[in-house]
């Protein structure tokens, strides 16, 4: 709604939005099930086709989306993020002292170690949040706040009103997947921590010392984008710095609308709202690669995250009675005695009724793998070793509640061969719970799911543990949340897109970047990163503004007033640390892009230099080719010209335009730049 055409009896937006309601609704009371303040200028309410219709004649009105569904998107990671105590980024920042992130998700479990509050200061005193636990006490310094939110979810099931109701009003975590993300952007330190044996070491988040929020709007039934903006729109008001958001819209429950556009993603729209506030968003990139136009979460003002290795791995050891021995991907958690036992070999798992107590069996399969297991296990063997063609994953062994060792079939005919050759006295050991760090590569791009599932389990019991092993965009995004919160803890007045920049000029470059960006997260030179590209939300106002057509309702909604007041300085350039050229059979001409470097280093007096690198067959001009700042905080603009003098040779060419201190060779600005012929469409 456009708020500027409330008339001026209504004493507030409520007020005129029920008004507003009840006047196209005839056959039953009105109802809001959300009026939103800050991060859209609207409400929820259920309405039939007949009454939207209605409702779109009324004074004020601006547009609508569908409540859409949404889905959900570490003792070692901060450490290769390059996190240490020692120096640098965590002891300058204070370990992110101060500072809020709001996790909206699937609530906390309070009582988790990660979340005391030992070494955490006060709670700001801009703080306006509230602690909805059934007690009080069940927040600290950690843990500030705790709110819920589930009337969208009711709306859209109206058989759960009323039904287990004390269930839907706790931030109580049930799922698992809230605390584990909250954890990781700023859990507190817990020494002794594993998943059993796994990953053992401190735990830690990236920001230990900030504070947490949780807003729970992400439910086992469903999960809703009026949940979903009216936490956005809580966060805003009770004064987080950060919101991070492990979930997406669900674009394939999308049957009716006009497609995914920012204007029909009301996560989009409540974000840009948030950083008009000066709040940094951090969402998750979603998990439909490897395509591409799978990104989920792609608003420019969004700082969108995918998942990358980090070089460790989960194992366990198979070593025959002839010493041979092979490692292989696993997370079994039960106990499992590293003692020699006879092993015996069946072709396909066709175990039939043979009985095999205290036997390892291994045996071959690429099909049926999760019945051939069951099979082999009904014997009454002490463990199966499969052999299979399949790749699995640490986190594909664990629905697996036996011991399995899953061997590739490259050493098929090894296994084979001795345990034919030695069929009354072959012996074999599994050893399980190893963690092996630095395996290569590492870091790079990968495609993860971050299905949630029980912690873990055997046939014999199930197992409990206080920490969890999960991978996904999902986690990937609230290690980014911890990091702009140390940055934020370092620079208060620095905006969203200065804390955006500072992370993606310094990311560690590795690939394509419509694959993995910026690069890789890097915490080594994100508070000093000598030169930003600074980004204010009317400079997103002004660039869409100058592809109007496109953007029309999108301007409409965000700016909350009409195209001719909101575009009063359309723009082609947006000060972005990026660049992406269409090459396409329609746009063959040379491309010229504008960016604006402010100089935030230490020094006033700085000169950087340019180079470019990668973008093969391309003609790259770049001028001027030295900045010199003589100020701090002082802006220089330089521009980019991309021509092909031919058709692109790859549907995707890549490279860096970097800006380097002439007093300081390690210090680089990066700036990725991407040539493409390819279209959306395809």
Known sequence: MDLSAKPLPFPDHRSWFSTTLTSVITDKKPRIIYAYTDSVHGFSAVLTNSELQRLKDKPGYVSFTKDLPVKLHTTFSPQFIGLNSASGTWPVSNYGAGTVIGIIDTGIWSDSPSFHDDGVGSVPSKWKGACQFNSSSLCNKKLIGARVFNQGLFANNPDLRGTKIGQYSSPHDTIGHGTHVAAIAAGNHVKNASYFSYAQGTASGVAPYAHIAIYKAAWEEGIYASDVIAAIDQAIRDGVDVISLSLGLSSEDDDDSDGLGLENDPIAVASFAAIQKGVFVVASGGNDGPYYWSLINGAPWIMTVGAGTIGRQFQGTLTLGNGVSFNFPSLFPGDFPSVQYPVTYIESCKAGNKTLANIIVVCYENVNIGSKLQEAKSTGAAAVVLVTNKLLTEQDTVEYQFPVAFISSEHREAIKSYTLSNINNATARLEFRKTVIGTK??????????????????????????????????????????????????????????????????????????AVGAGHVSTNSVLNPGLIYDTSPQDFINFLCHNAKQSRKLINIITRSNLSYACKNPSPYLNYPSIIAYFTSDQNGPKIFQRTLTNVGETKRRSYNVSVRGLNGLNVVVEPKRLMFSEKNEKLSYTVRLESPRALQENVVYGLVSWFDEDDAKSEVRCSVVATSLVQES
């Open 441 to 514: 590569p590492a870091p790079e791009v990968d495609v993860y799911s971050s299905r949630v599932k029980p912690v873990a389990g055997t046939t014999a019991r199930p197992l409990l543990s206080g920490f969890n092993l999960l991978t996904g965009t999902s986690m990937a995004a609230p290690h980014v949340a911890g990091v702009a919160a140390l940055i934020k803890q370092v620079h208060p007045k620095w905006s969203p897109s200065a804390i955006k920049s500072a992370i993606m000029t310094t990311a560690l470059t590795l690939d394509n970047p419509l």
